[in-house]
């Protein structure tokens, strides 16, 4: 990568990294102020929500020092890639807990709430991330290049093989999931379609329910397609690179794929606050509170200002007056 290419990277990623920290940050206030925590659909989405913020806090700031190519130690550099693939395996198996959640909202809709706890709904979101930190590590433990040197410039494919990516990211942690919450997503659509048509039940509460469900997994569903769409260019081109022998993919083909992996953890705060009721709620609140902030500190401002003028008219109308007694005063009388 040239100079002037780094430098655009590099400006990318900064501005994805900073949309993405105060995106998901309001993202998560919006949820703990609205007092959305207590559903586990929720719990779920502000651990996603927490997964994108890393990837701008953290995960950003580690591919850039990984794409310049510090110095570094081997073992300190393959913990710095797996920081990486962490939070790409901690997104999709929250992603698939998400669906599971909803799938259970609509399949078992009288005894959802005394199965899926807040309680066992936080056990789970901790599954997630513990099981993502074990299976991003395994490399540390052997499957990894050989490099046979303590000291190494920390590139990502310098410590990492193409075959630990494609094999056990893509084909075993990434493509099953994604095709258990299509298929899901599919059951959930078709029986809240079903149930809409049917009206089971009390009519005006049974739609409500089933319409309400139906939204909400179609916003889902939105965030699962921008992460597939941002996430398989980039190992499409892996594994052209691991069986393209005679196929070259340039670097800055690369580049392009991962800054568009990060960006997916920008985009979907955006989806949240436009497509999820609760959280655009909570986010129009935060917006008329900063509005009308601004506007009582401004008047505040205007009636300060008003008030010193008033003062200083009031001085200077004191000094006129005092004046002219004085001069009259001292002015002899005219006879």
Not at 84 to 98: D, F, G, R
Not at 276 to 285: G, S, T, V
């Amino acid at each position: 990568m040239g100079p002037g290419t780094l430098w655009i990277f590099l400006t990318f990623e900064m501005i994805i990294a900073v949309t993405c920290c105060l995106g998901n940050a309001l993202v998560i206030w919006a949820v703990w102020t609205c007092g959305a925590l207590s559903q586990p659909t929720f719990c779920f989405i502000v651990s996603l929500a927490v997964a994108d913020f890393l990837v701008g806090s953290v995960v950003i700031p580690v591919s850039v020092l990984v794409d310049i190519g510090i110095n570094t130690s081997f073992h300190g550099c393959l913990f710095m890639c797996g920081v990486i693939i962490m939070l790409q395996v901690a997104s999709v198996a929250l992603l698939l807990a998400i669906a599971v959640d909803r799938f259970l909202r609509v399949r078992i809709p009288l005894t959802y709430r005394s199965t899926v706890s807040k309680k066992r709904s936080w056990i789970v979101v901790a599954l997630c991330w513990v099981t993502a930190a074990l299976l991003s590590f395994i490399s540390i433990f052997g499957w990894h290049r050989s490099l046979g040197a303590d000291s190494t410039e920390c590139r990502f494919f310098n410590v990492i093989s193409y075959s630990y990516v494609v094999y056990f990211i893509f084909f075993s942690l990434y493509l099953p999931p994604l095709a258990i919450v299509t298929g899901l997503y599919c059951y959930i659509f078709l029986t809240t379609r079903r149930q809409l048509r049917a009206n089971i039940g009390v009519a005006a509460m049974s739609s409500t329910y089933y319409q309400r469900e139906h939204r909400l997994a179609a916003s889902l569903v939105l965030v699962l397609v921008l992460f597939v769409v941002c996430w398989l260019p980039l190992f499409l081109m892996f594994i052209v690179r691991l069986y393209g022998h005679n196929i070259t993919v340039p670097t800055v083909a690369i580049d392009i794929g991962v800054v568009l992996s990060h960006a997916n953890s920008a985009v979907n705060p955006i989806v949240y606050a436009f497509k999820i009721p609760k959280i655009k709620e909570a986010c129009k609140k935060l917006w008329r509170r900063v509005c009308h902030d601004r506007e009582q500190q401004s008047g505040q401002r205007e009636t300060q200002n008003n008030t010193d003028r008033n003062m200083i008219f009031t001085e200077n109308t004191g000094t006129k007056y005092n004046s002219t007694e004085n001069r009259s005063a001292t002015q002899p009388p005219v006879l």
